[in-house]
């Protein structure tokens, strides 16, 4: 197996493992911490690359953060939202059929075309509530 694709293999498995949505770092301190020598540039191209094939979604942290969580196959995937817990990271896929309907009227009441959006909705979880 070459280098790149054993490291690929280990980013994805660790990311795996590690529940919710989880930073670079995360990921990185994961790796380490189990023996793998991967670098912390590495790890950050291989979650963009997950990201950029639909393998992982993404999510941006109140202070800005990115956050990365593997998906299904992207093939299979349909467009969705998530709903995130601010204290345990706790994520529930959902849909939001009112807010595709509103981000194509209001592209299409500007003019835009090939409208591409993202929401995360954060709250507390029913376990971390009470």
Same mark, same amino acid.
């Given at each position: 197996? $070459?280098?790149?694709? $054993?490291?690929?293999? #280990?980013?994805?498995? =660790?990311?795996?493992?590690?529940?919710? #949505?989880?930073? !670079?770092?995360?990921?990185? $301190?994961?790796?380490r911490s189990s023996g793998h020598? /991967?670098?912390?540039?590495?790890?950050?191209?291989?979650? +963009?690359?997950?990201?950029? +094939?639909?393998? =992982?979604?993404?999510?941006?942290?109140?202070?800005?953060?990115?956050?990365?969580?593997?998906?299904?196959?992207? $093939?299979?995937?349909? %467009? %969705?939202?998530?709903?995130?817990? @601010?204290?345990?990271?706790?994520?529930?896929?959902?849909?939001? @059929?009112? /807010?595709?309907?509103? !981000?194509?009227? /209001? =592209?299409?009441?500007?003019? #835009?075309?090939?409208?591409?959006?993202?929401?995360?909705? #954060?709250?507390?979880?029913?376990?971390? !509530?009470?």
């Amino acid at each position: 197996m $070459a280098r790149t694709s $054993a490291q690929r293999d #280990f980013v994805r498995e =660790a990311l795996q493992r590690l529940a919710g #949505f989880r930073s !670079a770092q995360d990921v990185y $301190a994961a790796l380490r911490s189990s023996g793998h020598s /991967v670098g912390l540039s590495t790890v950050y191209r291989h979650l +963009q690359a997950f990201a950029d +094939q639909g393998a =992982a979604d993404v999510i941006h942290t109140a202070d800005g953060e990115t956050t990365y969580r593997l998906c299904g196959a992207s $093939a299979e995937r349909k %467009h %969705h939202h998530h709903l995130v817990c @601010r204290s345990c990271g706790h994520t529930v896929e959902i849909e939001g @059929r009112a /807010v595709e309907r509103w !981000a194509q009227d /209001v =592209a299409g009441k500007n003019g #835009f075309t090939e409208v591409e959006h993202t929401l995360e909705v #954060f709250g507390r979880c029913a376990d971390c !509530a009470k």
